[in-house]
């Protein structure tokens, strides 16, 4: 099986979407407002990147997957580090 290319994230405003995330799952891309800190930009990288991985599951699934790991991965302490 081919290996899959890697989800290539794109940070920039989406006011003009009304979304925090958005998935184009055949291209593998997400795009994250780039508004977003701490807890709830973790947990929407996670959502659009499981919109890629599982294209077919409805959105109340892929929402308390995402959340659910956010959280779990908040609580253990990690953060984003600007290098």
Known sequence: MPKKKPIKVVFSKLGQYKAHGMAWT????????????????LDTII?????????????????????????LLWDLGYRKVDV
Do not use: F
């Not at 599951?57 to 995402?66: L, S």
């Open 26 to 41: 055949e291209e593998r891309i997400i795009a994250i407002d780039e508004r977003l800190k701490g807890l709830d930009e």
């Open 47 to 71: 959502h659009e990147a499981i919109h890629v991985q599982n294209p077919k599951w409805p959105e109340i699934m892929v929402q308390g997957k995402a959340t659910e790991l956010a959280q």
